[in-house]
């Protein structure tokens, strides 16, 4: 079934305000629910004043963003907020018990017919499809943050997902006008961050290991592997409580997936959550432009085949293992971490064979999880 124009979001936070906005803009009658109304009031807030900037950019009209604003209809009552909806996507915090709650509830209001959508960035899709009683219609369906402004869609089967549910959602990720990528297999940090959240623990560990400065690391990051910033600049700039989080999520799914590195707890048991804080990895001013400085000869002091390696690693392992299609993976680490250079690319720039021989290398020094993956010698080098 397609999606028709009623949609209801769970949850007016960070992505749940985000979703409702982008929902309205392609024209979409959103229904927000939270269970807070001073959260709710402040979300209204936050998309009113959004639209209004759009509008003095002149993206829309003065008209058009009344009219966007109208389409989204505040609730706090679950019952009224699900009647006439055949579309729920659901951004409540992100613990599996709120979610369990809040899925057993909904199950007695929804529509028969109602599409469950998770916007969960780590939970598994299908313990949590499993929760309602309709794991035919339920799905993964991560927007990245802020949604107003991150084009990428990862969406998500589960194991019980019926086709036709993942059609009618494909189809609605089109029409909000953003690109999807289908991860076709539920596997623990879908298809960015689990390339994304195990990166910034190793980029960690090349510190201790190679004996290398922050600023000389994020260079080479940035300069030789075609990165819009540093890994740690990026990191304080997705935020270290949304990575710690991340790292716990996967890391009690799958032990192999990461390797949690303390100074990422430490920094965060001292709320250094990055940029929004202040400090992170770095220490910022209140400016909200400010990059970190990273330099082409920065660059020039550290050769990052470690950090190409394993990020190449986990890569070719989504690839073998049929999660997603390699253009799917360039679109999502496109689109999602906004490398300029596809991965595979960065790996024939530094070499199939030294690439190889350097996870060879780790492999024998930290252990099996740095194993090569055959997929990364069907490349040839340049
Ligand atoms: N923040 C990010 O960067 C990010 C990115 C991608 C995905 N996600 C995922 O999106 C989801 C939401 O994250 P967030 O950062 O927006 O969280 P948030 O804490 O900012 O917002 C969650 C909102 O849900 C509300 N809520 C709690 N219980 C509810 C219920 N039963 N019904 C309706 N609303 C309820 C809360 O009051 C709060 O306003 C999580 O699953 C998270 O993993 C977050």
């Not at 971490?337 to 780790?362: A, H, I, R, S």
Request: glycine share 6%; with cysteine.
């Amino acid at each position: 079934m397609s999606i028709s124009k009623n949609i209801t979001v769970l949850g007016s936070g960070i992505m749940g305000h985000g979703i409702a906005q982008v929902s309205a803009m392609a024209g979409y009658n959103v229904i927000l629910r939270d269970i807070d109304l001073i959260l709710l009031n402040k979300a209204l807030d936050k998309i009113k004043w959004s639209l209004s900037k759009l509008a003095e950019k002149n993206k829309i009209t003065q008209i058009e963003s009344e009219t966007i604003f109208k389409r989204i209809t505040p609730e706090i009552n679950l019952e009224k907020s699900l009647a006439g909806t055949d579309f729920i996507v659901e951004a409540v915090p992100e613990d599996l018990e709120i979610k369990r709650k809040l899925y057993a509830e909904v199950d007695r209001f929804a529509d028969e017919e109602a599409i469950y959508a998770s916007n969960t960035s780590t939970l598994p899709i299908t313990e949590m499809a499993a929760l309602t009683k309709r794991p035919d219609k339920f799905i993964g369906l991560h927007f990245f943050n802020p949604p107003q402004l991150m084009r990428l869609v990862e969406v998500i089967p589960g194991r019980e997902t019926r086709p036709e549910t993942t059609k009618s959602v494909l189809d609605f990720v089109k029409q909000l006008g953003k690109e999807s990528v289908l991860c076709k297999k539920d596997v623990v940090g879908f298809i960015v961050n689990r390339i994304f959240i195990p990166l910034v623990h190793e980029a960690a560990y090349f510190l201790d290991r190679d004996g290398v400065t922050m600023t000389q690391l994020d260079s080479a990051v940035k300069y030789k592997m075609g990165y819009p910033m540093g890994i740690f600049e990026l990191a304080d700039y997705t935020g270290l409580d949304v990575i710690y989080k991340a790292t716990l999520e996967m890391y009690a799914r799958d032990k192999k997936v990461i390797n949690p590195h303390p100074r990422i707890k430490q920094l965060v048991d001292c709320r250094y959550f990055g940029k929004k804080t202040g400090r992170g990895f770095y220490e910022y001013s209140s400016n909200s432009y400010e990059r970190i400085n990273l330099t082409s000869e920065e660059a020039e002091k550290y050769n990052p085949i470690g950090l190409v390696a394993t990020a190449a690693n986990n890569a070719a392992w989504l690839i073998s293992n049929n999660v997603c299609t390699k253009a799917d993976l360039d679109k999502a680490l496109n689109l999602g971490m906004g490398l300029k250079t596809d991965l595979f690319e960065t790996v024939k720039q530094f070499g199939v064979k030294n690439v190889l021989t350097k996870l060879n290398e780790m492999s024998a020094k930290y252990g099996p999880r740095y194993e090569p993956n055959p997929h990364i010698g069907t490349y040839e080098d340049k």
